[in-house]
């Protein structure tokens, strides 16, 4: 610690301490406001969604679950909708055979998805 002998040297000390801490409380809420921006529901959901990007095999993934979600969910609303026995069949029907297909060509879906969101369309 500094070898503080006159008053004048202590004011000068208390002066340069009050400077580093205003300083210090500036950054302090810089770094506050930039946390409350990036915990912003859109900044959250913009963050993780480029972070999907950078997860190898994550999209196939995440593909094959929504698209099978939207197919049980076509076929559950038929499944148990009011109904005769026939519609509750081929909601059964469409679940499992959709099912059955998405397995076997996932592949195919997947390129198709892919073309679709491709940002270099080509215009005929």
């Known amino acids: ?3 503080l002998k006159t008053s004048e040297d202590i004011r000068k000390r208390i ?7 205003g ?3 500036i950054e302090l809420k810089r770094k506050f406001s930039v946390t409350v921006d990036s915990l912003s529901p859109g900044n959250l959901l913009k963050n993780t969604l480029s ?5 190898p095999g994550l999209k196939s993934a995440l593909f094959s679950t929504i698209l099978n979600l939207g197919l049980s969910f076509t076929g559950g609303r038929m499944l148990f909708s009011k109904g005769g026995i026939a519609k509750k069949a081929a909601g059964v029907a469409l679940e499992l055979g959709a099912g059955k297909l998405l397995s076997k060509n996932i592949n195919i879906l997947k390129r198709f998805a892919a073309n679709l969101f491709t940002k270099d369309k080509k215009v005929a």
Not at 51 to 55: I, K, Q, R, V
Request: negative net charge; aromatic residues 0%; without cysteine.
């Open 1 to 3: 610690m500094n070898d």
């Open 15 to 21: 002066a340069e301490l009050e400077a580093q801490t």
């Open 23 to 25: 300083n210090m409380e």
């Open 51 to 55: 972070g999907l990007n950078e997860t």
